[in-house]
């Protein structure tokens, strides 16, 4: 987890409200990454950033939107939460010498919503 | 050691044996595979990573094969203890920064 933090670590939220998770890195790494994580699912890919303003959706986008308007912080907002986004949210880096695509956790934020 | 030949959601080892995960990929044009480690509270660790132009990478204690006739990748963990009890997760990626990952499987070292 080093050089990746993540806010806030847990959550509690109603349904019906806007929440935003925060990623901030202290690598300089060009990618960014918004995963959760569910039972039976392993990580699904929500969003990625390749760069300052540059983003795109991942697999399951619908009902979040992301923004980056600075290299080390991504943050992720759920427009108007529902119980189906009750999850475990990791943020991700990566960087793109040598063609090594290995990425790098951070500790995760538990989001419960009620 | 043991060893399970289809990707079982968890396996149960006994500490000091050999233990092999397997994870079957869906792109037969995936060029890069990496095996993370996950342990409970935590985000996921990078164990070891391969490339397709390999069969055959070693770590410390750990040595990840590849097979890509048949789409299978492989993990093992030499002398497994009791700090090797994670969920293990592949993930796989052609020639993108984005990796898919596999379902994952629970590894649970019995003293």
């Known amino acids: 987890d080093a050089g990746i933090t993540q806010s806030p670590r847990h959550k509690v939220t109603e349904t019906g409200t806007p929440v935003t998770l925060r990623c901030h890195q202290t690598?300089?790494?060009?990618?960014m990454y918004w995963y959760r994580q569910d039972p039976g699912h392993g990580l699904r890919l929500i969003h990625y950033?390749?760069?300052?303003?540059?983003?795109d959706k991942g697999e399951v986008s619908d009902g979040y939107s992301v923004s980056r308007s600075k290299t080390e912080d991504f943050l992720l907002t759920l427009e108007s939460a529902t119980s189906s986004q009750t999850s475990v949210y990791f943020c991700?880096?990566?960087?793109?010498?040598?063609?090594?695509?290995?990425?790098?956790f951070g500790p995760g934020t538990r989001l419960t919503v009620t | 050691g043991e060893s399970v030949g289809l990707h079982l959601p968890t396996l149960s080892v006994q500490e000091g044996d050999n233990s092999i995960i397997n994870c079957a990929y869906s792109n037969s044009a995936s060029d890069y595979f990496i095996w993370y480690k996950q342990e409970s509270g935590k985000g996921p660790q990078f164990i070891i990573d391969i490339r397709s132009n390999m069969d055959k990478r070693q770590g410390q204690r750990v040595t990840v094969l590849l097979n890509k006739t048949v789409k299978h990748l492989s993990l093992q963990i030499a002398a497994t203890q009791p700090g090797d009890s994670a969920v293990y997760f592949c993930a796989e990626t052609y020639n993108d920064y984005k990796l898919s990952f596999g379902a994952g499987t629970t590894v649970t070292v019995r003293a």
């Open positions: 991700a880096i990566s960087e793109s010498a040598g063609r090594s695509y290995e990425q790098y």
């Open positions: 690598e300089n790494h060009r990618y």
């Open positions: 950033s390749y760069g300052v303003k540059d983003t």
